[in-house]
């Protein structure tokens, strides 16, 4: 069965340290993967995408990914987190010849101490 | 200039009503989308539409419908509303089937 998970519910880092979620997915067919972040009461503003090519990617906000093919993951990274990182974000994956359908983990929600 | 627009933002209503979200984007996509999250913040598809054809619908109740008068909209209707409805429900629309997409504002559903 097709399915994405985030291990981590909840994160809190201090200002200024570096960040890791952790994305891993299940999928039969090719994915292409995606880092979303969900401000409170806001839509889900895209951070990267990765369909083919360079593994690493770069996104917004001063974001990067790696995909992994042998480990399955897609793990978000920052080196510095600022307080205005605080939010949810998301890791959702798509693969072709399925109607455009993503599957979304379950969300991390990060907590940024001053 | 908001890409995915949704109207309205926020909408309490009662059990029974019938209601409708209305989804427009102004991208020139072809392909659109809705989800579903729920008060656990887990998002789900619920239906994908491409060239307003329904390409996807996710074991979705029939009581809801969406329906897609061109190719930059599309509108949710939802007949006699439950109590697990509640939920906000996000439009998205992409370039194609297998393309990035691009999510609106959400509509707060709260059905009392």
């Known amino acids: 069965a097709q399915s994405v998970t985030q291990p981590d519910i909840h994160i809190t880092v201090s200002e200024g340290a570096s960040l890791e979620l952790r994305c891993n997915y299940s999928y039969g067919a090719t994915p292409y993967l995606f880092w979303y972040v969900q401000s409170p009461g806001q839509g889900l503003q895209l951070l990267l995408k990765?369909?083919?090519?360079?593994?690493l990617v770069q996104g917004i906000k001063g974001f990067e990914a790696e995909f992994k093919r042998s480990q399955s993951s897609f793990n978000l990274r920052k080196p510095s987190v600022h307080w205005s990182d605080a939010a949810e974000y998301f890791c959702a994956v798509g693969a072709y010849n399925q109607g455009g359908k993503l599957i979304f983990g379950q969300g991390t929600e990060l907590s940024v101490k001053p | 200039d908001t890409a995915v627009s949704q109207t309205p933002k926020y909408l309490v209503t009662q059990m029974g009503n019938d209601k409708s979200i209305k989804c427009e984007q102004n991208?020139?996509?072809?392909?659109m989308y809705w989800y579903k999250q729920d008060s656990k913040k887990f998002l789900k598809i619920m239906f994908s539409?491409?060239?307003?054809?329904?390409?996807i619908n996710e074991t979705v109740p029939n009581r809801f419908s969406p329906k897609s008068p061109d190719k930059a909209h599309l509108n949710l209707h939802i007949n006699s509303l439950e109590l697990g409805d509640s939920a906000v429900y996000f439009c998205?629309?992409?370039?194609?089937?297998?393309?990035?997409?691009?999510f609106g504002p959400g509509t707060r559903l709260l059905v009392l």
């Open positions: 991208l020139g996509h072809d392909t």
């Open positions: 539409y491409n060239n307003k054809e329904l390409i």
């Open positions: 998205a629309s992409s370039q194609s089937l297998t393309e990035t997409q691009y």
């Open positions: 990765y369909f083919s090519g360079d593994t």
